[in-house]
């Protein structure tokens, strides 16, 4: 599975949107970009994932660039419950063995 | 619809004794996954079960065994505890290994003394 790169932490305002990058430069055709998040030792928590084109969901967007070796989650409208680390993860499909390989991720932390 | 449980939260142990950590999805998932997560760290993969009646090694197998007693349920045993396996654990399940969401549940923190 390809590596991907995190920025270690960022802030931003409650109610604005949260913009968190992910460099996978080395991503293949076959490998779908997904992210998680993990509240306070909870267990991680499923955000979203796509493979090339962008995808939203009630919980937030996933902007993949056209050559795939980036992306950016947004959270539209952040809250202080959105204060996580958010872990960008590249896997393969087809035959893998559905490992899911979490990096140091994003520390968000959104304030008042 | 509760997703995926673990039991017990906390444990505390002493080294060398034993203790089977229990995971259980209501969710009619194929795959199911045991995970630990030392301070400060990402997860790390120590068993998985693709289908029920399977059975294959992750990242870091040594020290535990696992037995996938029906499609629900995923036990992971320590059969004699060190203190190098204080951890927090997670069970997580999905619906197929390749490609699926994989759903976690609130994990056990186990600590060996």
């Known amino acids: 599975d390809a590596k991907t790169t995190q920025p270690p932490s960022m802030d931003c305002a409650e109610g604005r949107a949260a913009n968190l990058p992910c460099n996978h430069s080395t991503i293949s055709g076959n490998e779908y970009v997904y992210w998680y998040r993990q509240i306070h030792s909870q267990g991680p928590q499923y955000i979203i994932h796509g493979l090339k084109n962008n995808e939203t969901n009630e919980m937030a967007s996933l902007i993949i660039t056209e050559d795939r070796k980036s992306s950016t989650l947004i959270l539209p409208h952040a809250t202080l419950r959105d204060t996580a680390v958010y872990y960008c993860?590249?896997?393969?499909?087809?035959?893998?063995?559905?490992?899911?390989?979490f990096g140091q991720g994003t520390i968000l932390t959104v304030h008042p | 619809n509760a997703g995926v449980t673990q039991t017990p939260k906390f444990q505390v142990l002493k080294t060398g004794q034993s203790m089977t950590l229990q995971c259980a999805q209501d969710m009619n998932h194929n795959s199911m996954y045991w995970y630990r997560q030392d301070p400060g760290m990402g997860l790390r993969l120590i068993y998985y079960s693709a289908s029920e009646g399977t059975t294959d090694k992750g990242e870091v197998p040594n020290g535990y065994n696992v037995s996938r007693l029906n499609k629900r349920e995923f036990s992971l045993r320590l059969e004699s505890a060190a203190p190098s396996q204080t951890s927090v654990y997670f069970c997580?399940?999905?619906?197929?290994?390749?490609?699926?969401?994989?759903?976690f549940g609130p994990g056990t923190r186990l600590t060996v003394l």
């Open positions: 993860i590249v896997r393969a499909g087809g035959t893998s063995y559905g490992k899911l390989t």
């Open positions: 997580a399940s999905s619906e197929r290994t390749d490609r699926d969401t994989q759903y």
